[in-house]
């Protein structure tokens, strides 16, 4: 069984979850324990991990899928999947038998990898403080990621010209103090709390650079295409899998859909049926272009080839630009499907409040977008963060 049919047999329990997910703020136990019998916690690990190794084809397939069963599922697939793929694949042998050996790879990992802690470096790893905000993930997680900036003798430490060093902690649960930050608008069931670290020693062996691309563990070319561009796949396929199920949400409901003063029902009306050809054309177009980004840049890390920053601006644009037509499919679906599409509780309504939430994340903003075309256009040679 392919991992896409592990996530796709999960269908019709999320559909039942979905509204008490929402309700906790986080996953229901029965998602999360059936995400783990399914195999799809670990699947995306390194094999020593209990992972697979999926190409990225299949990594965004399985997204796709799991966005398109609902929205907050959909993002805890591109939280905790690729925090626990980072951890697994990048930590050093003695702090993976910590936290993956010890427990049987059973780990589930969510987090917030953006530097907004600082370590002070002391014998044998750091002290750890800092605040992090969405930390997506962690209200099921035995172990959170926290990005920070290491700190010699009040200082930061740099890696290159204008680069500052910036590592990851895999802090245990008990570690960590959790905030009830998280009532928002969309994306409820995904326990995106805020968290905060106080003076916690945290030993080297559970730290790991930021933008590393050196695996300890893992043959697949993802390992040496680092935690961005992993992340960079998620986030265009999460778009994707969200916007497809409006698209299909209202294609099977313009048979029976019939607006006030209008006898024809929706899907005779010719306007209906150009906006629905545009949409799903460029939602296909979209797809099509991510995976010839991301799987240009596998087939050429699989040959040997070093991943320049050329291809790590290609895959960024297009996580940015799937991202920006699945958010025009979902106003347009939201648009024709008239009243249908605001009933609290119906997919078209969560999903459409969950694609407005998702897609103001600082990773597909369009800041983005400028780094990537900067690199194109040579006016900068590259840009670390891509």
């Not at 599922?73 to 990048?90: D, E, K, M, R």
Request: proline content about 4%.
């Amino acid at each position: 069984m392919t991992v896409v049919e592990c996530a796709r047999r999960l269908r019709e329990l999320v559909a039942a979850q979905a509204a008490a997910c929402e309700r906790n703020r986080t996953l229901t136990p029965a998602v999360v324990d059936a995400m783990w019998s399914s195999g799809l916690l670990t699947a995306f690990n390194p094999e020593p991990a209990g992972g697979i190794e999926p190409s990225f084809a299949e990594m965004i397939d399985t997204w796709i899928e799991m966005a398109w069963q609902d929205g907050s599922f959909g993002w805890i697939g591109i939280a905790n999947l690729p925090s626990s793929f980072a951890a697994a694949a990048y930590l050093p042998d003695d702090g993976f038998a910590e936290v993956f050996t010890a427990h049987g790879n059973h780990v589930t990992m969510g987090g917030q990898f953006f530097p907004n802690g600082q370590g002070v470096a002391v014998d044998g790893g750091y002290r750890l403080t800092g605040s992090w905000n969405f930390g997506s993930g962690t209200g099921h997680a035995e172990y959170v990621a926290a990005g920070f900036f290491p700190m010699v003798d009040g200082e930061m430490r740099w890696v290159g010209e204008g680069i500052p060093d910036m590592q990851v902690a895999v802090v245990p649960r008990s570690d960590v103090a959790f905030h009830d930050g998280w009532h928002v608008q969309g994306l409820k069931g995904t326990g995106s709390y805020d968290y905060a670290i106080d003076d916690v020693f945290v030993p080297h062996r559970r730290t790991f650079a930021l933008f590393t691309r050196e695996p300890y563990r893992g043959s697949s070319p993802a390992t040496r295409m680092g935690l961005m561009a992993v992340t960079a796949a998620g986030h265009a396929a999460w778009a994707l899998g969200v916007a497809k199920s409006m698209l299909d949400d209202v294609t099977e409901l313009a048979a029976t859909k019939y607006r006030m003063s209008d006898m024809a029902a929706l899907a005779s009306r010719p306007t209906f049926q150009k906006g629905l050809a545009h949409h799903v054309a460029a939602w296909r177009a979209a797809r099509l272009l991510v995976l010839d980004a991301f799987g240009a840049a596998e087939a050429a890390v699989a040959g040997g080839a070093v991943l320049t920053p050329t291809m790590r601006a290609d895959m960024r644009v297009a996580s940015v630009f799937a991202t920006d037509t699945a958010r025009s499919c979902a106003e347009w679906a939201h648009l024709v499907a008239g009243t249908s599409a605001i009933r609290e509780g119906s997919r078209l309504e969560r999903a459409f409040r969950d694609l407005y939430t998702g897609t103001q994340h600082a990773f597909i903003s369009e800041k983005v977008a400028i780094d990537a075309a900067q690199v194109w256009l040579g006016i900068v040679e590259d840009q670390f963060g891509l």
